[in-house]
């Protein structure tokens, strides 16, 4: 059984980085969805079906922009190594914006 209701949760580094971007203003977040995205647009995902994740009410914080929904669902997709990884840079990426 899944303890995590989140499935970012699952690794402290990710939970950290989705969190950072959450709090971003949206012109970050559109900027880091773009890096994130470039990170991954190589690496084969799970089951990518994009257009199936609107066919529900969009109620998370990241659907309200498509480019940072994608960038976050190719996140959740990647291998579990990959999405660490990737989260440790866009937290150094966020970082960078802040400066």
Do not use: G
């Amino acid at each position: 059984m899944n303890m995590f209701k989140r499935w970012y949760d699952a690794d402290a580094a990710v939970s950290r980085a989705i969190n950072e971007l959450e709090k971003s203003t949206e012109d970050i977040q559109i900027k880091c969805a773009d890096y994130i995205i470039e990170l991954l647009k190589d690496v084969e995902l799970e089951k990518l079906s994009l257009e199936d994740q609107y066919n529900y009410i969009m109620r998370r914080w990241y659907d309200k922009n498509i480019k940072v929904s994608h960038a976050i669902e190719y996140l959740r997709l990647s291998p579990q190594e990959v999405r660490r990884e990737t989260a440790l840079k866009v937290l150094k990426f966020l970082k960078d914006c802040k400066k």
